[in-house]
């Protein structure tokens, strides 16, 4: 089983249409971040949590909106969503141990299509 | 602001040979962390290797080694003894002040027979 799970892996939606992209996580980390992948422009930050008392905007965040609803889920909404919006969505943890060299877990992934 | 950047959009390598993809990166802060990520064509995200700014060794981990030159701000990954299942899209990453990383936009490698 995949210690980090989102939830759904694919979805197409319409222009305008509000959607969740949902993240939970059997690791035990703290820390939960979401990011988009566009072909050729690698991984960006969109939101970040360091515990579920603590959102933080990233590079990208607008036009999307997070919920930390307990320590091992984090949730990503699109509010209304727009075509360029399309991209694969990543979700990933780390560990709190309160140095640098902790390493992202990654989900699998979530592909979204906004026709 | 911390910024990664790798110049090789693509790279090809014969199998069973050593690869080096390049990675230099900007930043201000004296602490930092560097990652490297392997991405196959399903998609997701392996982490690789690690290096701390401060770390006097260069990292490596089985077939994966970073070349690390603090003063270049460089932090070259090398595959040694390539293998088919090398080809996948390559992240350079950088851990900023946040913990977040801050990746570049990646390097296609291709490991022919």
């Known amino acids: 089983d995949a210690d980090v799970t989102q939830t759904p892996r694919n979805r197409i939606t319409k222009t305008g249409k509000r959607i969740m992209l949902e993240c939970s996580q059997t690791?035990?980390?703290?820390?939960m971040y979401w990011y988009r992948q566009d072909p050729g422009l690698g991984l960006r930050l969109i939101y970040y949590?360091?515990?579920?008392?603590?959102?933080n905007k990233g590079e990208i965040s607008d036009g999307y909106s997070v919920s930390r609803q307990a320590q091992a889920k984090f949730s990503l909404s699109l509010e209304s969503a727009i075509p360029n919006q399309t991209a694969l969505y990543f979700c990933?943890?780390?560990?709190?141990?309160?140095?640098?060299?902790?390493?992202?877990?990654f989900g699998n992934g979530t592909r979204l299509t906004v026709t | 602001a911390q910024k990664i950047t790798q110049t090789q959009p693509g790279m090809f390598v014969q199998e069973k040979e050593a690869v080096t993809l390049d990675c230099t990166y900007d930043?201000?802060?004296?602490?930092?962390?560097l990652f490297w990520y392997k991405q196959p064509s399903s998609g997701e995200m392996i982490f690789l290797i690690y290096?701390?700014?401060?770390?006097?060794q260069n990292a490596t981990e089985g077939r994966y080694s970073l070349n690390f030159q603090k003063a270049r701000k460089s932090a070259n990954l090398v595959i040694s003894a390539s293998q088919l299942g090398d080809s996948a899209m390559y992240f350079c990453?950088?851990?900023?002040?946040?913990?977040?990383?801050?990746f570049g936009k990646g390097t296609s490698l291709l490991v022919t027979p």
């Open positions: 990933a943890t780390s560990d709190s141990s309160g140095t640098r060299n902790s390493p992202l877990h």
């Open positions: 949590s360091f515990d579920v008392k603590d959102i």
């Open positions: 290096q701390g700014s401060y770390d006097q």
């Open positions: 930043t201000s802060d004296p602490s930092y962390g």
């Open positions: 990453a950088i851990s900023n002040s946040g913990y977040a990383l801050n």
């Open positions: 690791k035990g980390h703290d820390r």
